[in-house]
């Protein structure tokens, strides 16, 4: 428990550090999970105009507008 108080600040409490820290976790999985879902698509994209060019076509193709 020792360790956790030396990694907050004077004003917070083991329990604070411990919600803020899990915050900041959430966060970054958060962020993580949405540049997966980009580059994920990015790639689909990519993948669907390679095979644009081919006769037996499965029909047309939805995109993400930004």
């Known amino acids: 428990m020792t360790s956790m108080a030396n ?10 550090a411990l919600k803020n820290e899990s915050a900041r976790q959430r966060w970054k999985l958060f ?16 993948d669907a105009d390679t095979h644009s ?5 499965a029909g047309p193709l ?3 507008i930004r």
Do not use: F, Q
Request: hydrophobic share 30%; proline share 3%.
């Open 31 to 46: 962020h993580r999970a949405i540049a997966h879902a980009k580059e994920s698509n990015n790639a689909s994209l990519l």
């Open 62 to 64: 939805l995109s993400i």
């Open 7 to 16: 990694n907050c600040k004077k004003s917070d409490s083991p329990i604070d």
């Open 53 to 57: 060019g081919d006769a037996d076509s």
